[in-house]
C-alpha cells in the first residue's frame, strides 16, 4: 500500500502545482514534467495496442478482405459529396494533430472530410518482391514484418511513426537513397480513388502520367487507398564504419566520395560544426564479430547521435554490427537530436536505465499538447528545415545555412534523383547525385527573423535548382514555388481529372505565403521547373530559454 499511497500524494501535489502556476505555464516551462508523467506512459499504451492489433489482423488474414469493403466506403463518400454540389473541398478525416507535420491543418475544419481507416498490410509476395500495403501503415510495423521472415524495403525511413502514405505523397529518405533514390522511386504501383469516386489503379506503364504525378502532391490528386512497395532480402546486420573528418573541403570531398561507391549500401553524415564530421558507411552482413556487436536500439543505450559524437570526440575510426532493426530506427528514441530539449536529462544513464523503455513519446501526442504559444514560439524561433540540393553544390550549401541559421548538429544524406516526369526531378536528362541537408535547431545567428532568413535561404536553393521539402514551412511565394517545382504534369492532370473542385492545390495546401494571403491567385504563366520535398519526424526543442517547443521534421 505504501508505494500507492507515495504515488497518490505525488499525484495530488503535481496536480495542486498546475493549479497554482496553470497548466500553460507547466506546458510551456517545465514540459518535461508533463511528458514524463503524462505522455511516455500514453506513448506506450499507443505502441502496445497497435503492434498487437497489427499483428492480429496479419496472423487473421482479415486484412485484404476489409480492404475492398472500406475502399467501397471511401468511393461512397466522395460520391455522396459529389451529389452534395461539392461545396467545399475535400480532405482525409484523420485528425491533424495524428499528421507527422508540422503544418496546424486547420483546412480540415472547413473542408469534407474522407474518412479513411486504412492501416494494415495486405500482402507480402517474395516471388515478385513486392509488399501491398495501405496508407496508414507506419515504417514500424514494416520493419516488425519484413525484417522478421527476412526481407526489407530497399529505402525505409528513420521513425517508427512514418506512414506509406506520408512517404508517397511527401517524400521519403533514408541513407541508402544514394542507391535507390527517395522513397517513391521504390513503389512500383498505386491505386486512388479519384475525385469523382472512381477507382483507378497507376504504374509506370499503365496510368503513368498520374503515378508520377502523385508523389510530392500531399493528397490533392486523389485518396491513396493503397500501394506496392519494392522489397530487398535483408540481412541480420549492418557493418557500419565511423570516419571523423575535419576541414569542409575535406567533409564535402569523403562524403561526396563515399556517396559514389556502388559497394556502400549506406551513407550518413552528422555534421557537429562546419569544420567537423562524422562520416558513417555500412553494408548489410550476415556475421558480426561478438566484440564489436552494438545493439545501439536498446531503450538503456546511449542516443546515437551523441555515441557518434563520441568517435569525433576523441578523434578515432570505428567499426561496429549494429542489427538490421535497430540500425533502421538509430534516430527513433531521441526523435534524432530533439529529445534532448524537452528532457534534458534523457540521455542520462540512470534515465535511460529506468525509463528509457518508454521513450520516445509519441509524436502525435506530442503535437496534440502542443498548445498555440508553443506553436507561435516555435514558429519564431526554431527552425526544421530540410533542403534537397546538387551534391556538387554541398561546400556552398553548408556555408549559406551556416551563415543564415547557424543550426547544428546537421543531417547529411545523399540520394540519387532520376530524370522522370513529376513534381521532383533533375535539371538535365540524366539522373544527378543529390544530397538533403537538414537543420533542426534553435538558430544561432544575430537578430533571426524566421520569415526573412527562410526565405533567403530558400532563394539559395531555387538558384542551385534544390527542393525544400515540404513537411515545413515554406514562406516562398506562387511563382517561387513553380519555380522550384516542375508543375506542367500536375496541373494538367488536375484539370483532367476534375480535381480543381475537389482538392485545394499543392501550393495552397502548404506554403505559408498562401495561408496567410487568403484565396489563390491565378496562376503564373512559368510553372515549368523542378523539385521539393516532404520527410518525416517530430522533433522538440527549447526557445529561447522560454521552455520547450514540440515540433515535427518528417521525414
Request: proline share 6%; aromatic share 12%.
Amino acid at each position: 500500500m505504501e508505494p500507492a499511497v507515495s504515488l497518490a500524494v505525488c499525484a495530488l501535489l503535481f496536480l495542486l502545482w498546475v493549479r497554482v502556476k496553470g497548466l500553460e505555464f507547466v506546458l510551456i516551462h517545465q514540459r518535461w514534467v508533463f511528458v514524463c508523467l503524462f505522455l511516455l506512459p500514453l506513448s506506450l499504451i499507443f505502441d502496445i495496442y497497435y503492434y498487437v492489433r497489427a499483428w492480429v489482423v496479419f496472423k487473421l488474414s482479415s486484412a485484404p478482405r476489409l480492404h475492398e469493403q472500406r475502399v467501397r466506403d471511401i468511393q461512397k463518400q466522395v460520391r455522396e459529396w459529389k451529389e452534395q454540389g461539392s461545396k467545399t473541398f475535400m480532405c482525409t478525416g484523420r485528425p491533424g494533430w495524428l499528421t507527422v507535420s508540422l503544418r496546424v491543418g486547420k483546412y480540415k475544419k472547413t473542408h469534407k472530410n474522407i474518412m479513411i481507416n486504412l492501416m494494415d498490410i495486405l500482402e507480402v509476395d517474395t516471388k515478385k518482391q513486392i509488399v501491398r500495403v495501405e496508407p496508414l501503415v507506419t515504417m514500424g510495423q514494416v520493419t516488425a514484418l519484413l525484417t522478421s521472415i527476412g526481407w526489407t524495403l530497399p529505402v525505409l525511413p528513420e521513425l517508427d511513426d512514418l506512414t506509406v502514405g506520408g512517404l508517397i505523397m511527401g517524400t521519403g529518405i533514408e541513407s541508402s537513397s544514394h542507391r535507390y533514390g527517395l522513397f517513391q522511386h521504390i513503389c512500383t504501383a498505386y491505386e486512388l480513388v479519384l475525385a469523382d469516386g472512381s477507382f483507378v489503379r497507376c504504374t509506370p506503364m499503365e496510368n503513368s502520367d498520374l503515378f508520377y504525378a502523385v508523389p510530392w502532391s500531399c493528397g490533392t490528386l486523389g485518396f491513396l487507398v493503397a500501394a506496392e512497395i519494392r522489397i530487398i532480402p535483408a540481412k541480420k546486420y549492418i557493418k557500419l564504419r565511423f570516419e571523423p573528418v575535419r576541414g569542409l573541403e575535406a567533409i564535402c570531398d569523403k562524403f561526396t566520395h563515399e556517396s559514389q561507391q556502388p559497394e556502400n549500401h549506406f551513407v550518413e553524415g552528422l555534421l557537429y560544426s562546419l569544420h567537423e564530421a562524422v562520416i558513417m558507411t555500412g553494408v548489410m552482413t550476415d556475421e558480426a564479430e561478438p566484440s564489436k556487436l552494438n545493439s545501439i536500439g536498446n531503450y538503456y543505450k546511449p542516443w546515437f547521435f551523441k555515441h557518434v559524437e563520441n568517435y569525433l570526440k576523441t578523434n578515432r575510426e570505428g567499426l561496429e554490427y549494429i542489427p538490421l532493426r535497430h540500425y533502421y530506427h538509430r534516430h527513433t528514441r531521441s526523435i534524432f537530436w530533439e529529445l534532448q530539449d524537452i528532457i534534458p536529462f534523457g540521455n542520462n544513464p540512470i534515465f535511460r536505465y529506468l525509463f528509457g523503455w518508454m521513450v520516445p513519446p509519441k509524436i502525435s501526442l506530442l503535437k496534440l499538447t502542443q498548445g498555440e504559444t508553443l506553436r507561435k514560439l516555435y514558429e519564431q524561433h526554431h527552425v526544421v528545415q530540410d533542403m534537397l540540393v546538387p551534391m556538387k553544390c554541398l561546400p556552398q550549401a553548408l556555408h549559406t545555412f551556416h551563415n543564415d541559421i547557424h543550426v547544428y548538429p546537421i543531417w547529411l544524406c545523399p540520394f540519387i534523383l532520376p530524370s522522370q516526369p513529376g513534381l521532383v526531378h533533375p535539371k538535365g536528362d540524366e539522373a544527378e547525385l543529390y544530397v538533403d541537408i537538414g537543420a533542426y535547431g534553435e538558430p544561432r545567428v544575430k537578430h533571426f527573423e524566421a520569415r526573412s532568413c527562410m526565405r533567403q535561404l530558400e532563394k539559395f536553393v531555387r538558384s542551385v535548382h534544390g527542393f525544400q521539402m515540404l513537411y515545413a514551412d515554406c514562406y516562398m511565394d506562387r511563382e517561387e514555388f513553380w519555380e522550384m517545382f516542375d508543375g506542367s504534369l500536375y496541373h494538367r492532370l488536375r484539370k483532367q481529372l476534375g480535381c480543381q473542385d475537389a482538392f485545394p492545390e499543392v501550393y495552397d495546401k502548404i506554403c505559408k505565403a498562401a495561408r496567410l494571403a487568403g484565396p489563390p491567385q491565378p496562376l503564373p504563366k512559368s510553372t515549368q521547373r523542378g523539385p521539393c520535398a516532404w520527410r518525416r519526424h517530430f522533433r522538440v526543442e527549447s526557445c529561447l530559454g522560454l521552455g520547450q517547443v514540440g515540433f515535427l521534421h518528417c521525414i
